[in-house]
């Protein structure tokens, strides 16, 4: 699956108030932690029994017009009640908010040593007293109990990678603004039948990023944990991996799987292209991607999940092995799963054709034994 405002309690919010932001230096935010172990002891006015109740304080404490960054249309919020972190989301679904509905969600903050965390989930329309009212194409009026609030989803209309950062063989699917607030080219290899996260570095990119230490081609975000390997063939940055513990608690920084340029899917062009990556998905998905059945959704995910820097360095070895052919380089950064485990898609064909010749070879060796004579006492 990118911010915080006090509130009495205190109320993180993944988007900003709309507006584009200043180009003068802001003015840092202190927070300090008298302030958290008074927050955790505070008395708080969240109606948490009820989960419209719940929404509506929600609303009741935006401004009057909010903007939606993240590219599969979450608004994020934070709050703490009784001295628990909640996290949630107000999300505007490109399959059917111009049906007036919304999806709402709270959480109990994730952890890794929470094995079962309090989530709570429901799709809010009329009947529920909520309206969801398009104003424009990507702007939409909310309302419940009285108090409206527009959301502005973010427009990446005119977003294209500069034809340095497209391959010969890549069609490039549509913009992806991920909730670390790291922009992304989702590119599709028609050729390979793979997908690619492409770094978008046209603007300004809002990290700071470490080279690693056995490889300059690999480069790992200092805020958002993010690796990326330095494209050998063509001027761009790729995404490879997302540390692991972010994707385990589903944080800002758990990867773009879940930000997908729905608002920008040119007709069937990324079914199309989830479907020749993977045939079996025929017949099964709509255009977005949703199964048919109500499963969820086919994910994205060519990158690794990593715990060190040294789970990065396949990445590395694979662009450079002799026995990847040249044309089959961008596999190299297609993660795929075996057993359990990550194994890139080169050395899983490697693994396989070794397999296939030892069964080979012990077929020809068994079938060229002699078979023994006959047992006299039988003939």
């Known amino acids: ?4 405002v006090s509130i009495g309690l205190w109320l993180c919010m993944l988007a900003l108030v709309a507006g584009a932001p200043s180009q003068a230096a802001d003015k840092a935010k202190l927070n300090t932690h008298q302030n958290y172990v008074e927050d955790t002891v505070r008395s708080t006015d969240v109606p948490f029994g009820n989960i419209k109740n719940v929404f509506g304080w929600v609303l009741s404490n935006l401004p009057d017009r909010v903007k939606v960054y993240p590219t599969e249309n979450y608004y994020y919020f934070k709050f703490m009640h009784d001295g628990q972190n909640y996290s949630g989301n107000i999300r505007l679904d490109a399959g059917d908010r111009d049906d007036g509905r919304l999806h709402f969600a709270y959480f109990e903050d994730m952890q890794e040593y929470r094995v079962q965390p309090l989530i709570l989930y429901r799709v809010l329309d009329k009947s529920a007293g909520v309206t969801v009212e398009k104003v424009d194409r990507l702007l939409y009026r909310v309302t419940y109990k009285g108090k409206s609030v527009l959301f502005e989803l973010n427009d990446l209309s005119n977003v294209r990678p500069p034809l340095r950062a497209v391959s010969a063989d890549e069609i490039y699917i549509g913009p992806v603004f991920d909730d670390s607030a790291l922009q992304f080219y989702l590119m599709f290899n028609k050729r390979l039948k793979i997908f690619h996260y492409v770094l978008d570095e046209t603007g300004k990119v809002n990290d700071t990023f470490l080279t690693a230490t056995q490889s300059d081609r690999i480069l790992i975000g200092q805020r958002t944990g993010f690796a990326f390997y330095k494209d050998d063939k063509i001027d761009r940055k790729i995404l490879i991996g997302v540390f692991e513990a972010n994707a385990r608690v589903n944080n800002y920084f758990d ?23 993977e045939p079996t998905l025929e017949g099964k998905i709509d255009r977005y991607g949703h199964f048919f059945n109500g499963a969820g959704r086919a994910s994205i995910t060519p990158y690794t999940y990593y715990r060190t820097e040294s789970d990065l360095l396949p990445f590395y070895y694979c662009a450079n092995d002799p026995r990847v052919p040249a044309a089959d380089y961008y596999t190299c950064f297609m993660t795929e799963w075996s057993s359990g485990q990550p194994v890139l898609r080169p050395y899983r064909k490697i693994a396989e054709a070794a397999a296939a010749a030892a069964a080979s070879s012990t077929e020809t060796a068994n079938s060229s034994v002699a078979p023994s004579a006959p047992d006299a006492a039988h003939n």
């Open 1 to 4: 699956m990118t911010r915080r």
């Open 255 to 277: 990867g773009p799987f879940d930000q997908l340029p729905d608002n920008f899917i040119e007709g069937d062009i990324l079914k199309n292209a989830l479907i020749e990556s």
